[in-house]
């Protein structure tokens, strides 16, 4: 597992970097958070990435979540102190685990492993409500599908989703694609 730190003090680093080893991690990089360590960081492709910010400023915190959102890893993120405000923000950008005044080298493990899990947990619940709403979408294109085939040819609601399955499994397409289709037909033909 590769993991990398974002930390700008050095002994804070050695601390985090101590508890990953004894826990048996050794791909493990320390990137200061200067110039383009964002792009540096991406092209790592790190497993999980630890935040050290010790006592960060507004700006900090804000260049930190931005990490956060564009690497869609398990952040856990480091902090001496904090308020509701910076903690919602850190929760929104999607920081996994958010620990404050709590740098120790034993919990390092603990709070790496909450990161992961919460992260996989949140990844899962984001892909089935993606599933779910593609589901929906294509539920709604269907049923438009087959109130034009129930307008145009006369057919019951079952007959026109049967006409639709059938057609599907002729084309080895989906439902949704093949009604998506005789919607946009139905469009170009004016609605006849």
């Given at each position: 597992m590769r993991i990398v730190i974002v930390d700008d003090s050095g002994l804070r680093a050695t601390v985090l970097e101590e508890g990953l080893r004894d826990a048996g991690y050794d791909d493990i990089h320390v990137v200061p958070p200067q110039g383009a360590f964002v792009a540096k960081i991406e092209r790592m492709a790190p497993d999980v990435v630890l935040m050290d910010l010790g006592s960060p400023s507004r700006d900090t915190l804000e260049e930190m979540l931005a990490v956060s959102r564009a690497l869609a890893r398990p952040i856990a993120m480091f902090?001496?102190?904090?308020?509701?405000?910076?903690?919602?923000?850190?929760?929104?950008?999607?920081?996994?685990?958010?620990?404050?005044?709590?740098?120790?080298?034993?919990?390092?493990k603990p709070i790496l492993d909450l990161a992961i899990r919460r992260f996989n947990a949140f990844a899962r619940m984001q892909t089935e409500l993606d599933e779910a709403r593609t589901a929906l979408a294509d539920?709604?294109?269907?049923?438009?599908?087959?109130?034009?085939?129930?307008?145009?040819?006369?057919?019951s609601e079952p007959e026109a989703y049967t006409l639709l399955?059938?057609?599907?499994?002729?084309?080895?397409?989906?439902?949704?694609?093949?009604?998506?289709?005789?919607?946009t037909a139905h469009s170009l033909l004016g609605g006849l």
């Amino acid at each position: 597992m590769r993991i990398v730190i974002v930390d700008d003090s050095g002994l804070r680093a050695t601390v985090l970097e101590e508890g990953l080893r004894d826990a048996g991690y050794d791909d493990i990089h320390v990137v200061p958070p200067q110039g383009a360590f964002v792009a540096k960081i991406e092209r790592m492709a790190p497993d999980v990435v630890l935040m050290d910010l010790g006592s960060p400023s507004r700006d900090t915190l804000e260049e930190m979540l931005a990490v956060s959102r564009a690497l869609a890893r398990p952040i856990a993120m480091f902090v001496d102190q904090s308020d509701d405000a910076m903690i919602g923000a850190a929760i929104d950008a999607g920081v996994s685990a958010y620990v404050v005044d709590g740098l120790r080298k034993d919990r390092v493990k603990p709070i790496l492993d909450l990161a992961i899990r919460r992260f996989n947990a949140f990844a899962r619940m984001q892909t089935e409500l993606d599933e779910a709403r593609t589901a929906l979408a294509d539920r709604k294109v269907i049923d438009r599908a087959k109130a034009i085939l129930m307008q145009t040819r006369g057919l019951s609601e079952p007959e026109a989703y049967t006409l639709l399955r059938s057609t599907a499994m002729s084309q080895s397409k989906r439902i949704a694609d093949v009604a998506d289709a005789l919607i946009t037909a139905h469009s170009l033909l004016g609605g006849l």
